[in-house]
């Protein structure tokens, strides 16, 4: 018996080293795979980084994509009305901080204001205590990427070319035929009324959600930021003052409240809930889970494109 332990004791140690050395190969091989090492022509976060850099030029120490924005804070007032289809704290009946950053999308933080220029609104609600929300939202109704990659594949067809410093017409025109949901989204985009300003414009989610109750149910959703303004969609003077969306948004800030109804819309079996370039029908069942409220604006130098919060 004592001459066979030492045997045991190797063939365990044998079998501890195997099993270790398996694990170190699994993380390995996880590593490569999400570094894409494994997968060259896969669509990797560092891609997608550089696809922003391509297009934009490197602008250090703003963000990739929306890079022209500004920030305040203020507050959600929940009425409770969605506690039945979420069980999360925030949508509980109560007031909870908020943190905003209205912006125009693409990555050229100078960028001079356009009527055209997507805008977008990033709320991160913050209840005492609880889980956070963040979400992205944007005043166009439908958006005109299907998939991750085809954004990818519109930044790459987008490019300017190194020599000429522009962009190659049938690059375009070959993405655009591999995607006809690209143009039949522009056209629902195109047939939008723009709102004058940041603060009485209409921000959709476009992605779907899964909204999870207290049972354990799920209800696929989208949601919207409709504002408690009149919409005015009298232009603004864009060609005599490049930053004046922000500029009147500052004003509108420093002045009263800024306010949007947090509208949540729910899906159904028709709801196209793995597609963002189809819009969803206008007679689906809404609830409108309270008021978002802007009146403190933080981190901006008035007038320059600094406008971003770190």
């Given amino acids: 018996m004592d001459e066979e332990r030492p045997e045991r004791i190797a063939a365990s140690n044998v079998d501890r080293l195997a099993g270790i050395g398996v694990v170190a190969i699994g993380v390995v091989v996880v590593f490569l795979y999400v570094g894409g090492w494994l997968s060259p022509s896969r669509l990797t976060p560092n891609r997608m980084i550089a696809g922003f850099e391509a297009s ?15 920030c305040a804070t203020g507050w ?31 990555g050229m933080p100078f960028v001079a204001n356009d009527d055209s220029t997507v805008r977008s609104v990033a709320l991160r609600f913050m209840p005492t205590g609880q ?11 439908v958006f005109p990427f299907k998939t991750a990659q085809a954004f990818y594949d519109q930044m790459v067809a987008t490019t300017p070319d190194p020599k000429t410093s522009k ?35 209409t921000y959709n989610s476009l992605d779907t959600f899964t909204f999870v109750d207290a049972n354990g149910e799920s209800t696929p959703a989208r949601w919207a930021a409709v504002p408690v303004a009149a919409v005015s969609s009298e232009p603004s003077e864009t060609k005599q003052d490049s930053n004046a969306l ?27 809930t793995d597609d963002p370039t189809l819009p969803w029908s206008a007679t689906r ?14 981190t901006y130098r008035a007038r320059t494109a600094d406008l971003v919060l770190t």
């Fill in 76 to 106: 959600f007032d929940s009425n409770g009305n969605a506690s039945s289809i979420l069980k999360a704290a925030l949508f509980r009946a109560g007031r909870y901080p908020v943190v905003a950053r209205l912006a125009f999308s693409g």
């Fill in 167 to 201: 962009v190659d017409p049938p690059k375009m025109q070959t993405f655009s035929g591999e995607h006809p949901e690209f143009g039949a989204a522009l056209e629902i985009i195109g047939a939008r009324t723009v709102s004058s300003g940041f603060g009485d414009a």
């Fill in 246 to 272: 922000f500029d009147a948004f500052i004003l509108l800030v420093l002045t009263h409240q800024v306010q949007w109804h947090l509208v949540i819309t729910l899906g159904g079996p028709d709801g196209h």
């Fill in 285 to 298: 069942k809404q609830i409108d889970a309270g008021i978002v409220s802007l009146d403190r604006l933080t």
């Fill in 56 to 70: 934009n030029g490197n602008q250090p120490g703003f963000r990739r994509n929306h890079a022209k924005g500004i």
């Fill in 131 to 141: 889980e956070e929300l963040r979400t992205g939202m944007v005043n166009i109704p």
